[in-house]
């Protein structure tokens, strides 16, 4: 069972940073390539581009929470939760008995 998981290609999980604006601010931000790519499927399907999804997440995330002690770990969980909804939506429905 761990050859599905170790033998993944290490480019997956190769980390990669992007440079972008915050609240104004220039940043960057470093995630694995598996969550960039999550996070521009998102985008993509807000029809916005990653960096305008990043930065409206954490203005939302500001206004209901305040700053987040670990916004990259906040960006993870967002992809998990993306991942999770679409499985969801995606699941075979039971034929009612």
């Known amino acids: 069972m761990c ?3 170790a033998g993944q290609e290490p480019e997956r999980y190769a980390t990669t940073t992007r440079r972008l604006r915050l609240n104004g601010q ?3 931000i470093r995630l694995e390539n598996s969550f960039w790519a999550i996070l521009d499927e998102i985008a993509e399907g807000e029809g916005v581009t990653t ?5 409206k997440l954490h203005s939302e995330v500001l206004e209901q929470r305040g ?3 670990n916004f ?4 993870r969980c967002a ?3 993306f991942l999770e909804s679409k ?3 995606s699941a075979p429905l039971l034929a009612a008995e």
């Open 67 to 69: 700053e987040p002690s």
């Open 26 to 28: 220039s940043t960057s």
């Open 72 to 75: 990259t770990s906040l960006l």
């Open 3 to 5: 050859q599905v998981f």
């Open 51 to 55: 960096p305008a999804f990043v930065s």
């Open 79 to 81: 992809c998990l939760v």
């Open 87 to 89: 499985a969801a939506h």
